[in-house]
């Protein structure tokens, strides 16, 4: 494996993730082909092809609606840190050892390529398939932003932008605000931390969910 240059390992893990059921994109990313309409599913694997020639990966997972939405509500609240924000990969990520530290970052001269390969869709059969690869719909999507799972927990993200996902997400399911409110209300110290010293949100986190719901109703987003 050792010997394997970074073209040659890009093909053998993309063969991989195409047999756990992952489409190549370019550059280490791919996309899960067999998700729902409303919730996709990436991978990215990073090699470090210095030093010790390493694997390392996260999986993202995201709402087209909700994404959008938060970045636009980041962009209009967050203050000037965040005017230009952008994000190249998910907003939602977890890294592989979040789910399991043992063997990662994968250190590929411990290991044949067989080896390591197979260590990736092990890995991904073991704890991705049941943890982030559970969430389907709309609803289960909403019980990962809201809830504090050990593998993505809230002081770990931008509480300011996750409260945005959540207003979209409920927005798309119909809840209520009052309860989306009530979701939020024990997160929304995070939430102000998610939000630049320059913004004026920043002090007063409750008013940034009730402009960020207020913007929702107004956007008049279908539901799917």
Excluded at 71 to 98: D, H, M, W
Aim: hydrophobic share 40%; with cysteine.
């Amino acid at each position: 494996m050792t010997e394997a240059g970074p073209q040659a390992i890009e093909q053998h893990v993309t063969q991989a993730l195409f047999e756990a059921g992952y489409e190549h994109l370019g550059n280490l990313i791919y996309k899960y082909v067999c998700g729902s309409d409303v919730i996709e599913r990436f991978i990215y694997i990073a090699h470090n092809s210095r030093g010790l020639n390493e694997l390392s990966g996260t999986v993202g997972v995201r709402n087209g609606l909700a994404e959008t939405f938060s970045c636009e509500a980041i962009r209009k609240y967050g203050g000037q840190l965040f005017q230009q924000f952008s994000p190249i990969t998910c907003i939602n990520i977890v890294n592989f050892a979040k789910l399991n530290d043992a063997g990662w970052p994968l250190r590929l001269s411990n290991f044949t390529m067989e080896q390591s390969l197979r260590f990736l869709q092990d890995f991904i059969a073991r704890e991705i398939a049941p943890t982030i690869g559970r969430v389907n719909g709309l609803d289960e999507f909403l019980e990962l932003l809201v809830a504090d799972k050990p593998f993505y927990p809230w002081p770990g993200s931008n509480g300011a932008i996750r409260a945005a996902q959540v207003v979209a997400v409920a927005g798309q399911i119909g809840l209520k605000e009052e309860f989306v409110r009530t979701m939020l209300k024990p997160r929304l110290q995070i939430v102000a931390a998610g939000l630049s010293k320059t913004s004026e949100m920043r002090s007063d986190p409750k008013a940034y969910v009730d402009r960020i719901l207020d913007d929702w109703k107004s956007c008049s987003r279908p539901k799917e």
